[in-house]
């Protein structure tokens, strides 16, 4: 029944990783549930890497979410 396919989806958590995981995104019922980065991208010198890989990891996460 619908009601029971609507719960399942919204306990189901989709992850994503950029950058051989230095970033790491989780969501679940379409919201961000957690990010994660590594200490090296939060010098200076990384803000536009770090701006592009959670960009791609979110929309990776989301991506899975609404194609499953």
Do not use: R
């Amino acid at each position: 029944d619908l009601a029971k396919v609507e719960e399942e989806l919204s306990a189901k958590e989709y992850e994503a990783t950029m950058g051989g995981g230095v970033v790491k995104v989780v969501i679940k019922d379409m919201k961000v549930e957690d990010i994660q980065i590594e200490e090296s991208l939060l010098e200076k010198d990384g803000k536009e890497d770090l701006q592009e890989m959670l960009k791609a990891a979110l929309n990776d996460a989301f991506t899975q979410a609404v194609e499953d």
